[in-house]
T-cell receptor, first 112, second 118 residues
């Protein structure tokens, strides 16, 4: 059974600081998604990582995937208050099992 | 392109009552998913349909939950009877199927139905 774990579960950081959220998973996969969720809202797609070594960047967020280590990271550069939200990684498996299995989530709070 | 439509947005029921949720996926998306998201947790898959057939319902509590996808388009998820622990957001998602052995693409989530059981 696929397990997806994130850490930290909660992160409080000051504006302007850098930090990394980690996503570990237990079964071989080379497809990983990152989502953002604001309180009371649905899931907003941030990144889709399609292969080993994939790196994608959008604004202050950068995601990477290491399939050999079964690890993805979401790096936040010079955080701003608007980034406060919960971030989820989700792993997809190929074939008939293709579906998203979500991590535990990381609640990010950026303080002024 | 229209998104995944869900209704109702909110529902409050008493325990032991029944409730139904509706989902209309993106046109042409063959695969439909129902996820349960309990407050403070990640979404958990309840059931996955490929067209109108069930692919995975291993985490669906079948003694009280049921789902169907008639004609391979709209889907309904029902809970009967509801328990307090069923309080959650129920998210519907759809995706395009690439090919056997491949990955699904274009996962799109609806806004969800927030269920409160009192």
């Amino acid at each position: 059974e696929l397990k997806v774990e994130q850490n930290p579960l909660f992160l409080s950081m000051q504006e302007g600081k850098n930090y990394t959220i980690y996503c570990n998973y237990s079964t071989t996969s080379d497809r990983l998604y990152w989502y953002r969720q604001d309180p009371g809202k649905s899931l907003e797609s941030l990144f889709v990582l399609l292969s080993n070594g994939a790196v994608k960047q959008e604004g202050r967020l950068m995601a990477s995937l290491d399939t050999k280590a079964r690890l993805s990271t979401l790096h936040i550069t010079a955080a701003v208050h608007d980034l406060s939200a919960t971030y989820f990684c989700a792993v997809d498996l190929a074939g008939t099992a293709s579906k998203l299995t979500f991590g535990t989530g990381t609640r990010l709070q950026v303080t002024l | 392109e229209a998104g995944v439509a869900q209704s109702p947005r909110y529902k409050i029921i008493e325990k032991r009552q029944s409730v139904a949720f509706w989902c209309n996926p993106i046109s042409g998306h063959a695969t439909l998913y129902w996820y349960q998201q309990i407050l403070g947790q990640g979404p958990k898959l309840l059931i996955q349909f490929q067209n109108n057939g069930v692919v995975d319902d291993s985490q669906l509590p079948k003694d009280r939950f049921s789902a169907e996808r008639l004609k391979g388009v709209d889907s309904t998820l029902k809970i009967q009877p509801a328990k307090l622990e069923d309080s959650a957001v129920y998210l519907c998602a759809s995706s395009s199927r690439v090919s056997p052995g491949g990955y699904n693409y274009g996962y799109t989530f609806g806004s969800g139905t927030r269920l409160t059981v009192v």
